[in-house]
């Protein structure tokens, strides 16, 4: 999402300027994608050099991307819920620092870490940086200063499992809006201090999944018949039961398109 060093780039115009210069057609109106079925979008994707490729590069208001609404929400992070009576001596009080410069850097903690600046970021980096404590230590402070975990093996799993569960359900009950296509964001977000956190576990957003077998909780939710309505579902490790996920979503599909009938 950094267009540009410091992430102000326009990645619409951007974008737009490659295709243009390698003359592939884009779809510019959202209009235009209303009620399309996939044949007329195969036609509307048939490039003049051969093959079928369908840019789509409009944004609808401030979480809409491409003629889609993105349903973008940053608390749904993997880690979170600092105690803040947490304080004191050895690596505890050491962890706590970190957060605590991060903060008083200016940067908010709650803030989406993608959303940081360069400047932010490297903000974020140096307060990391003056953590000297061992691994012992390191993980009785990171279990004082956060209350849950996505892990599986979490006994503090529930909390960021509903706050997903949660969302998912909210985004299929509400359907469909004003653009032609909208978002279910089933993996985990992040925060300035999930990012924080995360990495002091050695983990990432690919390992997050994995451990929390989040898109195992999704095929699921989705074979279960839990969610009326679907559209696009974005995942963060499609390496990760990727292929058995697609074809829940194909039997979803298939079974709708019948109901219709």
Known sequence: WDCGSDGSGDCNALVQGVLDAREVKAVNDCGALVNVTVGEAKVLGTQSFGGILLPVLPTMG???QGCSEANYDESIACWGGRNPFVGGGGDEGQLDLILDC???GGV?????????????RGKVEECRGEYSGDGEGLEGGLKALFT???????STKEAPVKQMTDYMDKVS???????PFYQMQALWEESTASVVIGE????????????????????NYIDSGRFSNINYVEVNNVCDGGVELKSSLDAFNEKNANDMR
């Open 62 to 64: 401030e979480s809409g």
């Open 148 to 154: 849950y975990s996505c892990w599986d093996d979490s």
């Open 108 to 120: 908010d903690l709650g803030k989406a870490y993608k959303a940081l600046s360069e400047e932010e």
């Open 102 to 104: 991060i903060e008083e």
């Open 200 to 219: 002091l576990h050695l983990s990432s957003l690919v390992e997050d999944e994995e451990k929390s077998k989040l898109n195992s909780l999704i095929r």
């Open 173 to 179: 009950k509400a359907g469909p809006g004003e653009a």
